[in-house]
């Protein structure tokens, strides 16, 4: 892997105060106004309390908004000419897309982080230190697929419009899987068809165990398989889909 190149992807990503903040300290923002600073984060949420299971919640809105605007800006900088800048070093496909990739991951540690730093310090609890572990690489992880999402809109609209489309499509599926408010019924069924609900569902599994209370107030308990399954699925489609679009872009070329 060409470090420099990695060095000054990165660099180029911190240096934008306006993206880092929504990527890096909204998220935060976000915890400690519905989960933090709520009289109901004490309460009993499976292997911890409520404060964690929404510290969960935002931590991972804010890898997935991170990792969709890499892959996004990725495909953008190929369509508009970068690549053929590239394509003169000794940089491959392979190797752009393994940096891309290692950004994308070093980005998104950034709001788990910190939004986990937050949690240790508002009352966010776990019953072992398993609960908070296991979340996390589940979140780091899981965010990676999401990178392929905004490659998908970058491909797709070919223009930087297409950063804001997927970072703002992320808001409408958050809402849809079940991030900012607990479902219930038949919008919890349709909920469990979409990309974001697997990923924040496995991400929760170590505290809830799949256990979760909707706003009827009715607990429900969903195995293991379900969100799995629903993040394999949803990755195989970004992926084809990603595929799709690079092979139509080559050949209008």
Sequence with gaps: MNTTFLKI???RILRDPVTMFFTALLPVFFYIIFGASQDY????AGNGNVAMYIMIS???YGAVTAT??????AAVERM?????????TPLGDGGFVAIKSAVALMICCIPIGLVYIAGLFTGAKGDSLQVWLLSLLILVV???????????????????????AASGSLVILAFLGNIFFPLSGALLTFAKFTP????IALARYPLTEGFSVGTDGIVTEEALWIPVVN?????????????WLVRRGRGRQ
Excluded at 68 to 73: L, Q, R, V, Y
Excluded at 80 to 88: K, M, T, V
């Design 9 to 11: 992807e990165l660099m």
């Design 58 to 60: 935002m931590a991972g």
């Design 80 to 88: 508009q000419g970068w690549g053929r800048q590239l394509g003169l």
């Design 196 to 199: 974001l609900y697997g990923y």
């Design 41 to 44: 984060s004490d309460l009993t």
């Design 142 to 164: 899981g965010a990676i697929m999401f990178a392929l999402y905004g490659l998908i809109f970058g491909l797709a609209f070919r223009s930087e419009a297409a950063v804001s």
């Design 231 to 243: 993040v394999v699925v949803w990755t195989l489609i970004f992926a084809a889909l990603a595929t």
């Design 68 to 73: 969709a605007g890499i892959g996004g800006m």
